[in-house]
């Protein structure tokens, strides 16, 4: 059972609490029936308790430092002190592991070998995580996998009554019908009303993104009115991927507008930089400006060195212009050889293309792939779990999907009126959505899977099944040992 149904109910069998005050080993809590438990489970169970007083005190006294013991002592909890309703809760929980216990045994049922591999494998995870801190608070690995096992129990003798076939005759057409009243099959498109830091946009900027969303929304009814809601799944799909296209497009010029802002300001700086430094003489200014000077007065310079200078310049011109005269020479012969193996390689190359061609026409499988990675006729839909207000002990634990104005929206369009697709215009966001019929998706290989069917089987008969439970406790008489209560303080022993 839940953690918060365990803690409301089944308050009659406190009544039925003794006291064992002879009592000294420590190694067991109590007895509820006839069954012992072990002190390891009630430390366990003890401790949620805590935390869930911890939590409720927080609830309602937000500014309560729950780290503070002294403080958290001094408080009441719906008219006890702490230390006494944790320990009323946790010989609730008990309470409820001994029913399950005891009920599972009266049944007849057990434990398949796929549970009890499950049940190891979860115990290796956990107990590796958490075996320091349940041994540093008494609790054993024995005591853990007792608490752990208990829960595939209860789903055992949930199903024994209430899965299809158990015994109070539930049918699949009635857990369908459930399903389909308790879903919402939609489809919706969020336009963000924020930039990429978060800001809210200006008036102008956010007509903008209703100008579109009106834009979008009038494609949408366009394609209602010619082809029903099949042609809305389609054109919300186009939408959807146009949106995004939009988005990107934005996104790439606010980029480029930053990066050009920063190379202005970057230049800038640079700029006065370079007017602010000072403009300093070197000795090597000097020397090089020196040398310049030098260097424009040019000595004589006799007949013979003028012409055995012409001589080797002519003699340099002719060997550069032989060299290119080669080297052009080849350049073309490499020139015409290169364009020979690219005409061999388009050659090629358009080979192997029409081959692959022909390979992918010619092979079913191939054709079957490509069509499966493109084909998702309903990755863009949502289904959406109706809410039942009196499952929440806190109407703000409650949490919408997308949004509660649209969720509310979606709740309320009927039948008749499937396929038609609504504008939601809030103050951070414009919505686009549509309902479609779930019943079109009720098949095995779609919605109505095996975990669709237990999903259907808990939401339905779960309530029903708890209370059974509450009820089957009230008959079993608890015994505590009071040398354990006075020696387990939840105050010490919990986790951090």
Known sequence: ???????????????????????????????????????????????????SALSQLKEENAELDTTDIKAVQATPLEGKDVRTWCEDKAIEFCTDFVTTEKKFEELGLELDADTKANIDNMM???????????????????????????SYKS?????????????????????????????????YLTFDLHDSEGNLLKSDEKAQIKSLAQEYQKRVEDAYASGGADAVMSEMDAVKEDYAAYQESVAAAESEAAAET??????????????????????????SDSETVEDTTEPETSAEETTAETTDSEAETSAEETTVETTDSEAESSAEEATAETADGEAESS????????????????????????TAPYANESIISVIHK???????????????????????????????????????TYYLVVRYDITQRMTEDDLWTENAVQSAEYGKYYD??????????TT??????????????????HFE
Not at 8 to 36: E, P, Q, R
Not at 267 to 273: C, H, M, V
Not at 464 to 473: G, P, S, Y
Not at 479 to 487: Q, V, W
């Open 1 to 51: 059972m839940s953690v918060l149904k365990r803690i409301t109910a089944g308050l009659t069998a406190l009544s039925l609490v003794a006291v064992c005050t002879g009592c000294k080993n420590t190694t067991t809590a109590m007895t509820i029936g006839d069954y012992t438990v072990p002190a390891g489970v009630y430390l366990y169970y003890l401790n949620s308790a805590y935390n």
């Open 476 to 493: 079993l008489t608890v015994t505590r040992n009071a040398a354990a209560f006075k020696r387990y303080d939840p105050y010490k022993y």
């Open 390 to 428: 009196e499952d929440y002990d806190n109407e703000d634990d409650i949490s919408y999907t997308p949004d509660e104005t649209v969720y509310h929206k979606l709740l309320e369009v009927t039948e008749a009126d499937y396929g038609k697709v609504y504008f939601i215009e809030e103050d951070e």
């Open 351 to 374: 080979a192997e293309e029409e081959t692959g061609d022909d390979t992918l026409e010619d092979n079913p499988v191939m054709l079957a792939e490509e069509e499966s990675e493109t």
């Open 155 to 187: 789903e055992q003798i949930f199903d024994y009554y209430y899965a299809v076939g158990g015994t109070e005759g539930v049918t699949e057409d009635e857990l369908k019908q459930y399903y389909i009243e308790n879903n919402i099959r939609a489809q």
């Open 262 to 287: 920063a190379a202005e300001e970057s230049t800038a700086e640079e700029t006065l930089a370079a007017f602010d430094a000072p403009n300093i003489l070197t000795a090597e200014n000097v020397s």
């Open 124 to 150: 290796d995870y956990y107990w590796a995580s958490y075996e320091t801190k349940m041994t540093e608070n008494g609790i054993s690995e024995e005591s853990f996998k007792k608490i752990m096992t208990s």
């Open 464 to 473: 029903t099944f708890e209370d059974q439970m509450d009820e089957w406790a």
